[in-house]
């Protein structure tokens, strides 16, 4: 394991061992800042722990965690001595490690997502769908590092994906729940079950086209318990949802105009092209 936490500092520190030598740095991390992107690279910072009779340089060094790989969007330009200790560093690194890059990098983009003012957030949504025929968007579809809402039904370890209605002039309060199973680094695996649901009168259906072996009743049960506050929660995270969702459709959809059609004269020519008078053509077809 490289990463760790100091105790007494609660600085991280990466020790690093190339051979018989072992060497240790300070460590931050960032990431990019924009709360829809999941690119997964983190930018590590590695200062030294000084020691004196020796000298290290300090580094950065981009990191892929997903694809576990170096992040770098142009390795010709990183200089050979830092792409070369970016490497030793990968290599170094252990399943662990990865967990640790991921908690630290979710905690970094989940920060920016909850606070980052709603018309800074330039989300993708379908907007034809979602004027035309009310398509439901989810939360963390959306801001996919945004919180989450975990909960274990029937001893398993679960992600609830709520969705919302996002039209302006409706007033509704449904939301449908799609419970997976959480997956490595929190991540999605097999869905479980389905549910509809009014929170603001709290009233729990069932999708008829769907059924799962998870009794509604275990589900509300599990729910109510381990997130005492969790029809409060789906109020806020719609409220939000519509926000972002406003501001989006403001900048980026422009609804189709009606074709404005040009006023036809009872003795212009009809526009069918037949040659003749138009009341004498469509119009006293029409008629």
Same mark, same amino acid.
């Given at each position: 394991?490289?990463?760790?936490?100091? =105790?007494?500092? #609660?600085?991280?520190?990466?020790?690093?061992?190339?051979?018989?030598?072992?060497?240790?740095?300070?460590?931050?991390?960032?990431?990019?800042? &924009?709360?829809?992107?999941?690119?997964?690279?983190?930018?590590? &910072?590695?200062?030294?722990?000084?020691?004196?009779?020796?000298?290290?340089?300090?580094?950065?060094?981009?990191?892929?965690?997903?694809?576990?790989?170096?992040?770098?969007?142009?390795?010709?330009?990183?200089?050979?001595?830092?792409?070369?200790?970016?490497?030793?560093?990968?290599? #170094?690194?252990?399943?662990?490690?990865?967990?640790?890059?991921?908690?630290?990098?979710?905690?970094?983009?989940?920060?920016?997502?909850?606070?980052?003012?709603?018309?800074?957030?330039?989300?993708?949504?379908?907007?034809?769908?979602?004027?035309?025929? !009310?398509?439901?968007?989810?939360?963390?579809?959306?801001?996919?590092?945004?919180?989450?809402?975990?909960?274990?039904?029937?001893?398993?370890?679960?992600?609830?994906?709520?969705?919302?209605?996002?039209?302006?002039?409706?007033?509704?309060?449904?939301?449908?729940?799609?419970?997976?199973?959480?997956?490595?680094?929190?991540?999605?695996? #097999?869905?479980?079950?389905?549910?509809?649901?009014?929170?603001?009168?709290?009233?729990? !259906?069932?999708?008829?086209?769907?059924?799962?072996?998870?009794?509604?009743?275990?589900?509300?049960?599990?729910?109510?318990?381990?997130?005492?506050?969790?029809?409060?929660?789906?109020?806020?995270?719609?409220?939000?949802?519509?926000?972002?969702?406003?501001? =989006?459709? #403001?900048?980026?959809?422009?609804?189709?105009?009606?074709?404005?059609?040009?006023?036809? !004269?009872?003795?212009?020519? =009809?526009?069918?092209?037949?040659?003749?008078?138009?009341?004498?053509?469509?119009?006293?077809?029409?008629?």
């Amino acid at each position: 394991m490289v990463f760790s936490v100091d =105790c007494e500092t #609660k600085n991280i520190v990466a020790t690093i061992q190339d051979g018989d030598i072992t060497d240790k740095y300070e460590c931050s991390l960032l990431s990019c800042d &924009n709360p829809v992107c999941s690119c997964g690279t983190v930018y590590l &910072n590695l200062s030294p722990v000084r020691h004196k009779d020796n000298f290290m340089s300090s580094h950065r060094v981009d990191i892929d965690i997903i694809q576990r790989k170096l992040g770098y969007k142009d390795e010709k330009k990183v200089p050979i001595e830092d792409l070369e200790f970016a490497s030793l560093l990968l290599s #170094k690194l252990d399943e662990t490690d990865f967990h640790f890059l991921w908690e630290m990098y979710f905690a970094y983009k989940n920060k920016r997502s909850e606070e980052a003012p709603l018309d800074s957030i330039d989300a993708h949504f379908d907007y034809h769908e979602i004027e035309k025929n !009310g398509l439901m968007s989810a939360y963390n579809d959306v801001l996919p590092y945004g919180d989450q809402m975990l909960v274990s039904i029937n001893g398993i370890k679960c992600i609830i994906f709520d969705q919302y209605c996002l039209l302006s002039h409706c007033s509704c309060t449904d939301t449908t729940l799609t419970m997976f199973s959480a997956a490595e680094f929190e991540k999605t695996g #097999k869905e479980l079950c389905s549910v509809t649901l009014n929170y603001r009168e709290k009233l729990w !259906g069932t999708l008829e086209e769907r059924t799962f072996s998870v009794p509604i009743k275990t589900v509300k049960s599990a729910i109510e318990e381990q997130i005492p506050d969790f029809y409060k929660r789906l109020f806020k995270r719609h409220i939000k949802l519509k926000g972002i969702y406003a501001h =989006c459709k #403001k900048k980026h959809f422009a609804p189709q105009q009606p074709l404005q059609v040009p006023k036809v !004269g009872r003795n212009d020519p =009809c526009p069918c092209g037949s040659g003749k008078k138009y009341k004498k053509c469509c119009l006293k077809g029409s008629n």
